[in-house]
C-alpha cells in the first residue's frame, strides 16, 4: 500500500462543527447542489491560502447565505437585507487592516441593495464582494430576482419574465464596468469544472487585491439553484452553463490589478491629548467685565434682509456679551423665511441664566428693513428700543411708548465702502444709545467673528460712525 | 500486483446529501450514488475503491466543505 | 473656558471627545451642520466622515462601525429618522452600540424645515420593527447638546443599544456659551466587537434568531435591559415644583420657554412648576406620579398635535386631569400665549384659584 497525503479537505476556515446551527451540524443548510457551498468552499480556500482567517470579516446578507456565519471560521457580521456592502464599507474603514468581505445573493445586491452596492463600489472601498447569482429569491421560494432570464417562471413571474412587465436581467459586472474606481470585475460560473476552477482563481484575485490593498473587487458567480428551479442538481448545473451564462457573459470585466497603485493609508491619528485642540476648543480664561449689573435682561431681536448681515450682528452681540460675562443665547431664524430673502435673529444678554431663547417681546429691535419694522414693532415693550433703517420710519411704524432711532445705517455702510458694514453702523449707535456692552467686549468679539482684516477694519470705523451718529445726534 | 491508484478519496456519507455533481465531475468515473440511504435519506456518494487518480475534480464540485477529502501518492 | 458654539456643532465636538470615530450621513436640513463639523473635525482627529448615499446606507455603516467596536455618530431630521427605522431596528437587534442626532423639522412628508416636536412617536416608541426600544435623550440647550451626547455614547456602550439625541431645529441652529471637559476619551474597543484580530473571530454580529425559543429569550433579554433603564437611566429637571398646583410638562426648546412662563405665572401669584423630561426613553413616570399627589392639573406643551402627552397621561394613570397645548408647522409658541393658556386653564378648573391682581393684568 502506498502512502497517500491529503491534498484536498475541508478548509481550515470552516468550523469542524457547525455548532451555530440548531440541528445537524455537521453538513450546511443548503439544498443538495445547491452552489452557495462551493461558493463558500471557494471563499474558504482563499482565506486559507492567503492566510487571512484571524483577520477575516465576512460579512453576510439576507437569502439563503444569511447563516455564513454557521460555517466561516471568521469574525461575523450579519447584515440587513441589502446592506451588507454598506455595513462591509464601514467595518473596513473602522479596521484598515482586516480583509473585509460582502457575500451578496442577487436580490440583496442587484435589488433592495443596488444604491449600496453601485455607491460602494464607485467609492472604490477597499472590500471583496462575492456576487452570487442564481437568477432567483431562493430563501423566500421562488420569486423573480432582477437576473432573472425573461421568460423564465417564478412564483411572481408565472407566465414567465416578460420584458414589457418587468425589463430585463440586471448585469451587475457591465453596470459597475462603467465606473472608474472597481479595480476587478469578473463573472464566472459553477457550471462546470472548468468554470469551477475559473471561479476559484477569481475568488482568489478579488480577495488578494483587498489585502495588496488594491480597491474594490467584485466577482459575480452564477450559480445553480436546483431546488426552486425544479431541476436536479446535474441539471442545474448545465443550465448555468448552458443557458444563464449566455444572458450573462463570462469574462473579465475590469482588471486593474496589475496597474492600480495601493490605495493611500490613513493618516496615524493624533495623540489624544491634542483633540481638543484640534476641535478649535479653546482653554484659557476669558475677558470678564462686569455683568453690566445684576438685573441685566437685553431681549433683542434683529431682523432685515439675508445679505445685511443680521445673523452676524447678533453674532457680535452674543459673543461681546460672554465677554462681558453675561449669560447670552443666539437664536437664528432659519429655513423658508432665510431662503426667500428675509432673517432674523433672537439674542438674549441677561444677567440671569436664560430661560427662552425666543424672542417674543424684544426691548431692542433691530429693523434693518422696513418689511421688518412694521412686523416687530408691535412686539416691542414700552419702554424698548428701535433702531430703523432709514431717516424716518413709515407712518405705520411709529411708537410713542419706544425709543426709536432711525439712521440710514445701511447707506452710511456703503459710504463707508460697502452697504454689508450697514450692520455694524446700526450696532454701533445701539451700544452708544445704550451702553450694553463695553468697548473691548465688542472688539474682541468682532476679532472672532470677523476673519478677514479688510473688513476687520471697515467693520471697525461701521461701529465708530454709528456711535457718532447717535452721540452728535444726527448723520456726520 | 497491480500498479496502485495514483489517488484515494475519503468519503463521508453522513454529510453527503446526494446530489450527484461530483459523479457527473468524476473524469474516471469511481463515484457512484449509493443504493442505501443515510440517516439524511440520501443516497450518499461511494467509491468504486479503483481507479481514482487524485485530480481533486470531485472536490470542486461537491457543495459540502467536508464530504470529500482527495488524498494522493506522496511523491 | 466657555465658547459660544452652535448645537450642532456641539454634538460633533462633543462626540469626538467622547470616542466618537466614525460619522455616516446624509444631509438635510436642520441637521446638515453635524455632518459638516463632522467632515471637518472627524478626519483631524483620525475617524471616519463619510457622506453616505442615503439614511438607509448611512445606518448601516453605523451598523458596520459599531460592530467593528468603534463609537459611531449618524444625523438626521424626521424624513431621514423614517429611512433609518429599519436599521435602528437591525442595532437594537444586534445590541449594537451608536449615537443618533434627531434635528426635528415640520411634518408629515416633506412638512417643512421648521422646528418641530412631531418625531416623538417614531424616536420614543420604537419606530422599527419589533420588540425593541431606543433610549432617547432630549436637550434644551447647547450646553445639554454637548453634555448629551456625551452621556448618550456612555448609556448607548452600557446598555449595547442606539441612542438618540433629539432635538428641535431651534436647538440645533442656537448658539449658546458652551463648557467641554478638557481631556478627551478613547474607550477601548468592547470584547464583543468583530475587530478583524483572532481574539475576536469567534464573535458574531446578528439580530437573527430562527428558533423561536431562541427569540424570545433574545427579546427577553433586551427587555430586561429596557427594566433597567427605565430603573437606572431616567433624567429630569424639576424646575419650581415643590410647591408646585400646576405642573407643566415639556421637553426641548418647548422646556426654556416654559420656564419664562412659570416665572412670569409666579410673578402673577399662580403655583406654577415645570417637570422637563430629559430621557424621553425612559420617560420619568414615577416622578409625574409622586407630583400627582401635590399638583391638581399637568399642562402638557409640545411642538406637535400632542404625542409625549400621551406618555403623561399613561404615567398620571387617570390621577389628575393633563391638558394639552400644541403648536406645529414650525410655529413656536411664545411664553405669552403660553401663560395665557394656563391662566385660562387654571380659571377653568379652580376659578377661585385666580387672584385678584390676575384679573386686572
Request: proline share 6%; charged share 20%.
Amino acid at each position: 500500500m502506498p502512502e497517500y497525503t491529503v491534498i484536498h479537505e475541508k478548509a481550515r476556515s470552516f468550523y469542524d462543527l457547525y455548532e451555530r446551527k440548531a440541528e445537524l451540524q455537521h453538513q450546511t443548510h443548503y439544498c443538495p447542489g445547491c452552489g452557495h457551498g462551493i461558493v463558500h468552499k471557494l471563499v474558504a480556500e482563499a482565506i486559507d491560502e492567503l492566510g487571512i482567517q484571524d483577520r477575516t470579516i465576512l460579512v453576510t446578507p439576507v437569502g439563503c447565505s444569511v447563516f455564513g456565519y454557521y460555517y466561516f471560521d471568521v469574525g461575523n457580521v450579519q447584515a440587513a437585507h441589502g446592506r451588507a456592502s454598506a455595513v462591509a464599507c464601514a467595518v473596513k474603514r473602522a479596521l484598515p487592516e482586516s480583509v473585509v468581505l460582502s457575500y451578496q445573493g442577487d436580490g440583496d445586491l442587484a435589488a433592495i441593495g443596488t444604491a449600496e452596492i453601485l455607491h460602494a463600489a464607485n467609492r472604490g472601498e477597499n472590500i471583496t464582494v462575492i456576487f452570487v447569482n442564481n437568477a432567483i429569491y431562493a430563501m423566500t421560494g421562488g420569486q423573480m430576482a432582477p437576473t432573472t432570464l425573461l421568460g423564465q417562471s417564478s412564483t411572481t413571474t408565472p407566465s414567465g419574465r416578460n420584458e414589457w412587465n418587468e425589463g430585463y436581467p440586471l448585469h451587475v459586472c457591465e453596470l459597475l464596468a462603467a465606473l472608474e474606481a472597481p479595480v476587478y470585475l469578473e463573472r464566472v460560473a459553477l457550471g462546470n469544472n472548468k468554470q469551477i476552477m475559473g471561479a476559484a482563481r477569481a475568488v482568489r484575485r478579488a480577495i488578494g487585491n483587498q489585502v495588496k490593498s488594491l480597491g474594490f473587487s467584485l466577482v459575480e458567480i452564477l450559480s445553480p439553484c436546483p431546488t426552486i428551479w425544479r431541476k436536479d442538481p446535474v441539471e442545474a448545473q448545465h443550465w448555468v452553463r448552458d443557458e444563464m451564462a449566455k444572458v450573462f457573459p463570462l469574462g473579465v470585466f475590469r482588471d486593474r490589478g496589475t496597474e492600480a497603485g495601493a490605495r493611500p493609508a490613513a493618516a496615524p491619528p493624533p495623540a489624544l491629548d491634542e483633540v481638543p485642540r484640534l476641535l478649535g476648543i479653546v482653554n484659557g480664561s476669558r475677558l470678564m467685565t462686569d455683568r453690566g449689573g445684576a438685573t441685566v435682561d437685553w431681549r433683542i431681536k434683529v431682523a432685515g434682509f439675508g445679505g445685511q448681515g443680521v445673523l452676524m450682528l447678533g453674532e457680535v452681540l452674543a459673543e461681546a456679551g460672554l465677554d462681558a460675562g453675561m449669560e447670552v443665547s443666539w437664536l437664528p431664524s432659519y429655513g423658508p423665511e432665510m431662503r426667500s430673502g428675509t432673517s432674523n435673529c433672537h439674542v438674549r444678554l441677561a444677567a440671569a441664566p436664560i430661560d427662552s431663547p425666543l424672542v417674543s417681546r424684544p426691548n431692542v429691535l433691530l429693523a434693518l428693513n422696513q418689511p421688518s419694522l412694521e412686523k416687530f414693532l408691535p412686539t416691542v415693550e414700552p419702554g424698548g428700543w428701535v433702531f430703523y433703517n432709514g431717516q424716518t420710519p413709515p407712518r405705520n411704524g411709529v411708537r410713542a411708548d419706544v425709543r426709536v432711532i432711525g439712521r440710514p445705517f445701511t447707506q452710511v455702510g456703503d459710504e463707508l465702502g460697502d452697504a454689508r458694514a450697514g450692520n455694524m453702523v446700526m450696532l454701533g449707535a445701539l451700544l452708544e444709545a445704550t451702553g450694553l456692552l463695553p468697548d473691548e467686549a465688542v472688539e474682541g468679539a468682532l476679532k472672532r467673528v470677523v476673519k478677514s482684516e479688510r473688513w476687520l477694519e471697515l467693520d471697525r470705523r461701521a461701529l465708530a460712525r454709528g456711535r457718532a451718529a447717535v452721540r452728535e445726534g444726527s448723520l456726520p | 500486483m497491480e500498479k496502485p491508484d495514483r489517488g484515494m478519496v475519503r468519503l463521508s456519507a453522513e454529510e453527503c446529501k446526494g446530489c450527484g455533481l461530483c459523479v457527473e465531475a468524476c473524469p474516471p468515473k469511481v463515484l457512484r450514488l449509493a443504493d442505501g440511504l443515510n440517516r439524511s435519506g440520501y443516497h450518499p456518494v461511494c467509491y468504486l475503491n479503483r481507479g481514482c487518480t487524485g485530480c481533486g475534480i470531485c472536490f470542486y464540485a461537491c457543495p459540502e466543505p467536508g464530504a470529500i477529502v482527495v488524498l494522493r501518492v506522496a511523491a | 473656558m466657555k465658547q459660544l458654539i452652535k448645537g450642532n456643532e456641539a454634538i460633533v465636538k462633543s462626540a469626538i471627545l467622547a470616542g466618537c470615530r466614525a460619522f455616516y450621513g446624509y444631509p438635510i436640513t436642520p441637521a446638515s451642520e453635524i455632518a459638516e463639523a463632522a467632515a471637518l473635525y472627524l478626519p483631524r482627529a483620525g475617524g471616519v466622515f463619510l457622506q453616505a448615499e442615503s439614511e438607509v446606507a448611512a445606518i448601516n455603516m453605523l451598523y458596520g462601525a459599531a460592530a467593528a467596536g468603534v463609537r459611531a455618530l449618524t444625523a438626521s431630521s424626521g424624513p431621514g429618522i423614517s429611512l433609518m427605522q429599519e436599521g435602528i431596528s437591525y442595532l437594537a437587534g444586534a445590541e449594537l452600540p451608536c449615537v443618533i442626532a434627531d434635528i426635528m423639522r415640520g411634518g408629515p412628508g416633506l412638512g417643512n424645515i421648521a422646528p418641530e416636536q412631531g418625531d416623538y412617536n417614531q424616536v420614543v416608541k420604537g419606530g422599527g420593527h419589533g420588540n425593541y426600544r431606543t433610549l432617547v435623550l432630549a436637550p434644551d440647550s447647547v450646553q445639554e447638546m454637548a453634555d448629551l451626547t456625551r452621556l448618550a455614547f456612555d448609556l448607548a456602550d452600557e446598555y449595547r443599544n442606539p441612542v438618540v439625541v433629539l432635538a428641535d431645529g431651534y436647538t440645533g441652529q442656537m448658539m449658546e456659551p458652551v463648557e467641554f471637559p478638557a481631556a478627551a476619551m478613547l474607550p477601548r474597543r468592547p470584547a464583543w466587537a468583530v475587530d478583524g484580530t483572532a481574539a475576536t473571530r469567534r464573535n458574531l454580529i446578528t439580530s437573527i434568531y430562527l428558533e423561536p425559543d431562541q427569540l424570545e429569550a433574545h427579546v427577553r433579554k433586551l427587555e430586561t435591559k429596557y427594566r433597567r433603564a427605565e430603573q437606572q437611566a431616567v433624567r429630569f429637571e424639576s424646575h419650581r415644583t415643590e410647591d408646585a398646583e400646576i405642573v407643566l410638562v415639556g421637553y426641548g426648546i418647548v422646556a426654556r420657554i416654559l420656564k419664562a412662563v412659570v416665572e412670569q405665572a409666579r410673578a402673577q401669584g399662580l403655583a406654577v412648576g415645570l417637570l422637563r423630561p430629559i430621557t424621553l426613553y425612559p420617560f420619568p413616570a414615577a416622578e409625574l406620579r409622586r407630583l400627582s399627589r401635590q399638583a391638581l392639573a399637568f399642562l402638557v406643551v409640545e411642538m406637535s398635535t400632542g404625542q409625549m402627552v400621551e406618555d403623561v397621561r399613561l404615567a398620571l394613570e387617570g390621577r389628575r386631569p393633563v391638558e394639552f397645548y400644541g403648536r406645529c408647522g414650525g410655529n413656536v409658541p411664545s411664553a405669552e400665549e403660553i401663560l395665557r393658556w394656563v391662566r385660562e386653564r387654571a380659571d377653568h378648573y379652580w376659578p377661585a384659584f385666580a387672584p385678584e391682581e390676575m384679573a386686572d393684568a
